[in-house]
C-alpha cells in the first residue's frame, strides 16, 4: 500500500499523462473490443451490404471439406452465356472455439476469435482426365477445390489470425518459473581484529568459517501489465484490420479465379465453334474439288477453275489446322484457371440461352464501385496506418505493471530454507531512447 502522500500524486500524475496523450481512460482488458469501432464499424457494414457471405458449418470444417457456398453456385450459374463477374466467395470462417480462451484465462469471450477458413480440397482426380462435358458451375467449383493460388490466400487468413492472438497476449498476464540446483564451497581464513575480515563480495564474514554445502533454489514470477497508454490496443486493431484485409483479398481471389475460368469456357466454345465451321469448309471444298474434276473431265469447265478450287481447299485446311490449335490451347488454358493438369481432355457443355445484359456503363461503375474487394482493403490499409500513428504517440507514455515474485531457497548442511514474496506495482518510462520513438513517429 502506498503512503497517503504519495497516492494523490500518482493518480494526478496518470491524469496529466492521459491528458497530454488525448488518449482517454488506460485501456482495460474488458475494453479490447471496441478498437476503432467507429472505423472498423463503417468498414464492416460497407462490406455487409456489398457481398452476401455465406458461412461455412464447422462441422465441414472439421471434416476437411472444400465447400463452396451457394452465391458462388447462384452466381456461377448465371454464367452461362457471357463473361461477367460471379458473385464473391468469402472465405468462410467457423465460429470461433472461446473455450480453448476461457480455459486458458477463467474468462470467456475475452480473446479474439480464432476462425478456421476452409481448406482446398486434395482431390485425386486433379491429375486425372475429367470424364464427361463440364458445365460452368461445375467448373468453377473444380477450380474452387483444385486452385493453387486460393490455398495461399487462404494462408494468409490463418497467418492474421495467428498475429491477432499474437497482438492479444499483452491483455493477459505472463507467469514464468525457474528451478535451480547445485552446491557451493565457503572457506574463510586470515587475521583480523575482533574475528572479522571484509570481504569485497561477501562483506562481513567471520574468520574461519568454512561452509560446503548443496542448494536448491525456485523462483515463480507473475506479471500483468496493467496500463500502457494505447499502445497494445492499437497493435490489437491493427491484427484485427489485418485479419479483415486477409479476408477480403481471399473473397477477391475467389472472384478472379471464377472469372476466369469462366473466360476460359467461353473461349473453349468459341474455338470449338470455329473449328466446326472450319471442318464444314473443308467438307464442301472437297466436295467443290470433286465435282470440279468431273466436270474437267467432260470437258465442261477449264484446268485454271480446277486449280482455283484445289487452292481454296488448301486454305480450308489451314484454317482448320489453326482452329485445331486454338481449340487445344483454350482446352490449356481453362485446365489452367480450374487447376488441374493441363494436357487434361476436358470438354465443356454448350449453353443455350445467353444472360442479359450487364447494364449501362455508370451502373457498371456503380458496381464496381460498391462491389470491389480492393476499395475495402485500402480503407482497412487506411486505418491500420492511422492506429500505428496510435501506438507510436502512446510509446512516449510510461507503462504501469504489476508484479508478483516468490522465492524459495534451500540447503542442505546445515539445514536451513529460505522462502521469499514480493509483490508490487512499478512504473517504467524510457526518457531517452536516442531519437527511435521519435523516428517511429514520423514513419507512422
Known amino acids: 500500500m502506498l503512503p497517503n502522500p504519495v497516492r494523490p500524486l500518482l493518480v494526478a500524475f496518470l491524469a496529466a499523462g492521459c491528458a497530454s496523450a488525448g488518449l482517454g481512460s488506460p485501456d482495460l482488458l474488458a475494453q479490447r473490443g471496441t478498437c476503432t469501432t467507429n472505423n472498423v464499424a463503417s468498414v464492416e457494414a460497407s462490406s455487409q451490404s456489398t457481398s452476401a457471405c455465406p458461412v461455412v458449418p464447422a462441422s465441414a470444417v472439421a471434416n476437411g471439406s472444400t465447400v463452396v457456398p451457394a452465391s458462388a453456385n447462384l452466381a456461377a450459374a448465371s454464367l452461362t452465356g457471357a463473361t461477367q463477374q460471379v458473385a464473391s466467395f468469402s472465405a468462410s470462417f467457423a465460429a470461433a472455439p472461446e473455450q480453448r480462451v476461457q480455459a486458458d484465462t477463467g474468462h470467456p469471450g475475452t480473446a479474439p476469435s480464432s476462425k478456421v477458413p476452409p481448406q482446398p480440397q486434395e482431390t485425386a482426380a486433379v491429375n486425372q482426365p475429367l470424364a464427361g462435358q463440364l458445365t460452368l458451375p461445375q467448373a468453377i467449383q473444380i477450380a474452387y477445390q483444385s486452385q493453387p493460388r486460393l490455398r495461399v490466400f487462404l494462408e494468409g487468413i490463418h497467418e492474421a489470425q495467428g498475429n491477432e492472438d499474437i497482438a492479444f497476449s499483452p491483455y493477459l ?147 482448320l489446322d489453326s482452329a485445331e490449335g486454338a481449340l487445344a490451347i483454350a482446352t490449356a488454358a481453362i485446365n489452367v484457371a480450374m487447376g488441374v493438369d493441363v494436357s487434361s481432355p476436358t470438354a465443356v457443355a454448350e449453353v443455350d440461352v445467353l444472360p442479359p445484359p450487364p447494364g449501362s456503363l455508370p451502373e457498371c461503375l456503380q458496381s464496381a464501385v460498391s462491389q470491389r474487394r480492393e476499395l475495402n482493403v485500402a480503407r482497412c490499409s487506411v486505418q491500420v496506418a492511422q492506429e500505428g500513428q496510435r501506438v507510436a504517440k502512446a510509446d512516449f507514455l510510461p507503462k504501469i505493471i504489476a508484479e508478483g515474485d516468490y522465492l524459495n531457497f534451500e540447503q542442505t548442511t546445515p539445514r536451513a530454507n529460505l522462502g521469499l514474496g514480493l509483490g508490487f506495482i512499478k512504473l517504467e518510462w524510457g526518457l531517452f531512447e536516442g531519437g527511435r520513438r521519435i523516428g517511429e513517429l514520423r514513419v507512422a
Open 173 to 319: 498476464p505472463t507467469l514464468a518459473g525457474s528451478v535451480s540446483g547445485g552446491g557451493f564451497d565457503l572457506n574463510v581464513q586470515g587475521q583480523a581484529a575482533n574475528g572479522f575480515t571484509f570481504l569485497p563480495i561477501g562483506g562481513s564474514v567471520p574468520i574461519g568459517l568454512n561452509l560446503e554445502t548443496g542448494y536448491g533454489m525456485g523462483d515463480v514470477r507473475l506479471q500483468w501489465l496493467i496500463c500502457d497508454f494505447g499502445r497494445r490496443e492499437g497493435r490489437y486493431c491493427q491484427a484485427k484490420l489485418g485479419v479483415e484485409i486477409a479476408g477480403l483479398q481471399s473473397e477477391r481471389a475467389y472472384q478472379t479465379v471464377a472469372n476466369e475460368v469462366a473466360v476460359a469456357y467461353y473461349q473453349v466454345l468459341r474455338a470449338s465453334s470455329l473449328k466446326r465451321i472450319a471442318e464444314d469448309a473443308v467438307r464442301r471444298a472437297t466436295d467443290d474439288l470433286g465435282e470440279s474434276r468431273k466436270l474437267q473431265k467432260g470437258g465442261v469447265i477449264e484446268r485454271e477453275k480446277v486449280l482455283r478450287v484445289e487452292v481454296q481447299l488448301a486454305q480450308s485446311q489451314r484454317q
